[in-house]
């Protein structure tokens, strides 16, 4: 046997690893599984102007990601995302979210509907720090 370090793996590998870490954890966790979905604002062209990518697993909400164009942005399109996001995650009966963000990012904006941080990398790309958030939702 041999270690061998990938910088710029293959996509086939990681998928490999993945789904062998989700087998594992399926015969651990009973209906173990994930799903996806987005939520996108669209202009004419279907060029995506804003969006939110998310995940349902555990009971909880993952949102992996929200981009809001530079135009877009503090006309309330984020916090329509977000709160289509939750309401999808309370039908499916979801306990919490969780997401994390960063120190630059503005935090606040997810403090501000209700996220507490629970977890802090401090010094994470230099004087940064990466947030780690959760909101309860029932």
């Not at 910088?7 to 009973?30: D, M, R, T, V």
């Not at 102007?49 to 399109?77: F, M, P, T, V």
């Not at 289509?84 to 039908?91: N, P, Q, Y």
Request: aromatic share 16%.
């Amino acid at each position: 046997m041999k270690i061998l370090t990938e910088f710029n793996p293959l996509l086939n590998e990681i998928e490999f690893l993945e789904k062998k870490l989700f087998q594992h954890n399926s015969k651990k966790i009973e209906n173990y599984s994930y799903e996806q979905f987005i939520l996108k604002a669209v202009d004419d062209s279907n060029s995506i102007l804003a969006g939110i990518h998310c995940q349902i697993g555990g009971n909880w909400l993952y949102i992996e990601s929200l981009w809001i164009d530079k135009k877009y942005r503090s006309q309330g399109l984020g916090k329509e995302l977000l709160g289509r996001a939750e309401k999808i995650a309370v039908e499916k009966k979801c306990f919490g979210v969780y997401l994390y963000t960063y120190s630059f990012q503005n935090p606040g904006f997810y403090k501000r509907f209700g996220y507490n941080v629970f977890g802090t990398l401090e010094n994470f790309c230099n004087e940064n720090s990466k947030l780690y958030m959760k909101k309860i939702l029932v």
